[in-house]
């Protein structure tokens, strides 16, 4: 095998990151302007807001996000100083703590979910049929199973 991407695997590739980069570029502006989130705050508060009663311990949601221990450390720190989140001791085990929704965190999320969920179908959904948004789930989903065998550091295996 090459070195190098055949030139169709560097098309696609680099049609990949572009769409990244602009697409989470458009959004993070959007949310910015109508709601003050940023797109990480926007992906803890909506976690959250889905979990019984809008808690998760801080693992689970590492889990979900697919972020560091201390990324989460440092990102739930400065949700906590806007009052969208707090941090609560979990009763069965202490070194464990619970991330917990506040009624600001919910009150944001409600606020900028109407918005942010249009600006993703305009940007996003409109551009593809139904077949083709099955077929970019199902290739996202594989790329990401396949991360998850090779990950070096995975949030599932961090305590």
Request: charged letters at 30%.
């Amino acid at each position: 095998m090459s070195d190098w991407l055949t030139e169709d695997e560097q098309h696609t590739w680099r049609s990949v990151l572009r769409m990244h980069t602009q697409l989470t570029a458009a959004l993070a502006q959007a949310l910015k302007a109508d709601s003050e989130l940023s797109i990480s705050d926007y992906e803890v508060l909506a976690i959250l807001s889905e979990a019984p009663d809008g808690v998760l311990r801080a693992r689970e949601l590492r889990c979900e996000l697919r972020w560091e221990k201390s990324r989460l450390a440092h990102h739930i720190g400065r949700m906590e100083q806007r009052g969208y989140v707090r941090r609560d001791a979990c009763a069965d085990d202490q070194r464990a703590p619970l991330m917990c929704l506040t009624e600001t965190g919910r009150a944001a999320i409600r606020a900028a979910a109407p918005t942010h969920v249009a600006r993703v179908r305009e940007l996003f959904f409109s551009a593809l049929t139904p077949a083709q948004a099955r077929a970019m789930r199902e290739a996202a989903d594989a790329v990401l199973d396949n991360l998850g065998s090779h990950a070096s550091v995975d949030a599932r295996d961090e305590s």
